[in-house]
């Protein structure tokens, strides 16, 4: 059965800080991997999605990587601003026939302070 | 991307009744995902709607607590029957693009059941 695991679960920085978010998955047969951020209350945002032959996605300030032998992932945060602040979550297939049934990760709360 | 809407955004229920949530998609879409957020936790897969099949429930969620209505390939329905108040959450119907394979989430329908 597939695990997900997120570290930090909570990080409070002030705001212009680079960061790193880690996420691990105990089965590395993934088709992908994606990370997601939800706001207070509110639904999840799609930020990025790796597929398992590759190794980085990047957008605008924000860079994940995917190292699937080792079963993990990072989501680079550059320049962190007050608006960065949400829960940022991280999830992989749970395999089978379907890739839309996710594994999700307990999640990392970003704080960034003005 | 998908664009996803659910009804009603938000409820306050009392024990023992019955709320229906609403998802509707913006484009046609071969299968459905309804999610449960309880407080404080992570996302967990209730089950997997198919338009013109039975829905397919993961371990721990049964069809006569959670009925699933998919009429149509852009629509689906998900009932919370005889609630209690374990039931308060959020609940999220998503998506999956089968290009891209990336999973795009609704806005949620918070219920809190008192």
């Known amino acids: 059965k597939q695990e997900v695991t997120q570290i930090p679960a909570a990080l409070s920085v002030p705001e212009g800080e680079n960061l790193v978010l880690n996420c691990s998955f105990t089965d590395s047969a993934i088709y992908n991997l994606q990370w997601f951020r939800q706001d207070p209350g509110k639904g999840l945002t799609s930020l990025l999605l790796?597929?398992?032959?590759?190794r980085e996605q990047t957008s605008g300030r924000l860079n994940a990587s995917l190292d699937k032998s080792s079963g993990r992932s990072t989501l680079y945060i550059a320049a962190s601003q007050p608006g960065d602040s949400a829960t940022y979550l991280c999830?992989?297939?749970?395999?089978?026939?379907?890739?839309?049934?996710?594994?999700f990760g307990q999640g990392t709360i970003l704080t960034v302070h003005p | 991307s998908a664009v996803i809407s659910q009804k009603p955004s938000r409820d306050i229920c009392q024990r023992g009744t019955s709320l229906t949530i609403q998802c509707q998609v913006d484009?046609?879409?071969?299968?459905m995902f309804w999610y449960r957020q309880q407080p404080g936790q992570s996302l967990t897969l209730i089950a997997t709607a198919n338009q013109g099949s039975e829905a397919t429930y993961e371990s721990g969620f049964v069809i006569d607590k959670f009925p699933i209505s998919r009429p149509n390939l852009t629509f689906s329905t998900l009932t919370v029957s005889n609630m209690s108040p374990e039931d308060s959450s959020i609940y999220l119907c998503s998506v999956e693009d089968r290009l891209s394979y990336e999973q795009y989430f609704g806005p949620g329908t918070r219920l809190t059941v008192t």
């Open positions: 790796i597929q398992s032959s590759q």
């Open positions: 484009s046609q879409v071969t299968m």
């Open positions: 999830a992989v297939p749970a395999g089978g026939t379907s890739y839309g049934k996710l594994t």
